[in-house]
């Protein structure tokens, strides 16, 4: 399936943005793990829509309902099913994107493979509206690794042509912890202060703006992955993006050391506190697709919205001629901040998906 990931831990996603609800299964749990409601609460508030005038007014309480998987709090062993209910849609605002694609979104290249059958309300199965079961599972991840000492966290590292500080070369538990303790994910908050501005400029000229989020994952032992195909680079890069706009994965330097000598790019290994760690981390904490026991450090570039208000060149495929579109309805004029929790949650699923095979299914 392709809205499936994994391999002893296999998530897949289901439903649509304007459906009755949407949801996860995640099946190869290990039985036996504690999940504080209370804190996964607390994650998926992080990417809720209708928090600010930064995101859609779309508002939904996106509490899940845990259907099976679950036993007085617990993990049973049996596969955990949790579905989110859709209650505020508006799906007026797309009768027409049947006939006129929106440019940037998946509506031409769903009426294509689909012969016009897609449910194109709120971008259907494409929407971002998915990544809200995507952090259900996520959230249950990081927990279990937390309990383990790996610890993932991402800020937002730019919004157009503003930039935050990236992650110090070894970013602590309590660091990378209180980003989601933030009301606008970032290491400088004069920074984050200029983001917020320039997506109100965005929102305010009927436009929007991309961004790009960095992730780190601390506590991996070094030996983790396997070459080539198996690598943590690939398998990290496969599930992000699956993430809605998600455009681009770069790891440690990543196009930065194209630019670079050997020398610059190398990080020089360091015996220290009984154990082999790096001077740099331009490697990402990956070499060779095998984790190094550095820090894992990732980008991820998020596409600006496109769905914006400002007239657009399209097509209507009932005519077959040119059209011009403008969009109504809520929409984000940036999803990079709401992305940063999903990035995390993806990190965390293929993570311990690979530490589970590791350990021979259980952790």
């Known amino acids: 399936m392709s809205s499936e990931f994994g391999k002893l831990l296999r998530v897949s996603v289901f439903g649509q943005s304007h459906g009755t609800a949407i949801g996860v299964i995640m099946d190869g749990l290990p039985?036996?793990?504690a999940i504080?409601?209370?804190?996964?609460?607390?994650?998926?508030?992080?990417?809720?829509?209708?928090?600010?005038?930064?995101?859609?007014?779309?508002?939904?309480?996106?509490?899940?309902?845990?259907?099976s998987g679950?036993?007085?709090?617990?993990?049973?062993?049996?596969p955990l099913c949790a579905v989110i209910e859709n209650r505020d849609q508006r799906s007026a605002d797309y009768a027409k994107l049947t006939d006129i694609p929106r440019p940037g979104h998946a509506?031409?290249?769903?009426?294509?493979?689909?012969?016009?059958?897609?449910?194109?309300r709120g971008g259907g199965h494409f929407s971002g509206r998915l990544t809200a079961p995507l952090c259900i599972a996520g959230g249950i991840a990081k927990q279990i690794l937390a309990r383990k000492g790996i610890f993932v966290g991402a800020h937002l590292l730019s919004v157009g042509q503003e930039t935050d500080a990236p992650f110090p070369l070894f970013p602590t538990a309590e660091l990378l912890e209180s980003m989601?303790?933030?009301?606008?994910?970032?290491?400088?908050?004069?920074?984050g202060e200029r983001m917020e501005k320039a997506i109100l400029e965005a929102r305010?000229?009927?436009?929007?703006?991309?961004?790009?989020i960095q992730c780190a994952a601390i506590g991996l032992p070094a030996g983790l992955g396997e070459p080539m195909f198996g690598g943590v680079e690939n398998r990290l890069a496969a599930a992000l993006f699956g993430i809605p706009a998600i455009k681009g994965v770069e790891f440690g330097a990543g196009f930065a050391?194209?630019?670079?000598?050997?020398?610059?790019?190398?990080?020089?290994?360091?015996?220290?506190?009984?154990?082999?760690?790096?001077?740099?981390?331009h490697a990402g904490g990956i070499l060779g697709g095998i984790t190094s026991g550095m820090p894992l450090v990732l980008q991820a570039?998020?596409?600006?919205?496109?769905?914006i208000s400002r007239p657009q060149q399209t097509v209507s495929l009932s005519r077959k001629e040119g059209a011009e579109l403008e969009i109504h309805g809520r929409h984000d004029p940036c999803i990079a901040h709401r992305a940063v929790p999903v990035v995390e949650a993806v990190t965390a699923l293929v993570l311990l998906d690979m530490r589970l095979e590791g350990n021979h299914g259980t952790f």
């Open 204 to 212: 305010q000229e009927g436009d929007s703006l991309g961004g790009v």
């Open 70 to 78: 679950l036993e007085e709090g617990v993990t049973c062993g049996a």
């Open 257 to 281: 050391a194209a630019r670079l000598r050997g020398s610059e790019n190398n990080d020089p290994f360091l015996w220290e506190g009984g154990r082999v760690t790096a001077a740099s981390n």
């Open 301 to 307: 570039a998020v596409k600006p919205t496109p769905s």
């Open 107 to 120: 509506d031409y290249t769903a009426w294509a493979k689909w012969k016009g059958q897609a449910d194109l």
């Open 36 to 67: 504080d409601r209370e804190i996964l609460g607390a994650f998926l508030a992080r990417r809720k829509p209708g928090n600010s005038l930064l995101s859609t007014q779309r508002r939904e309480t996106d509490a899940p309902i845990f259907l």
């Open 31 to 33: 039985a036996g793990e």
């Open 180 to 191: 989601g303790k933030k009301p606008f994910p970032v290491l400088d908050d004069k920074a």
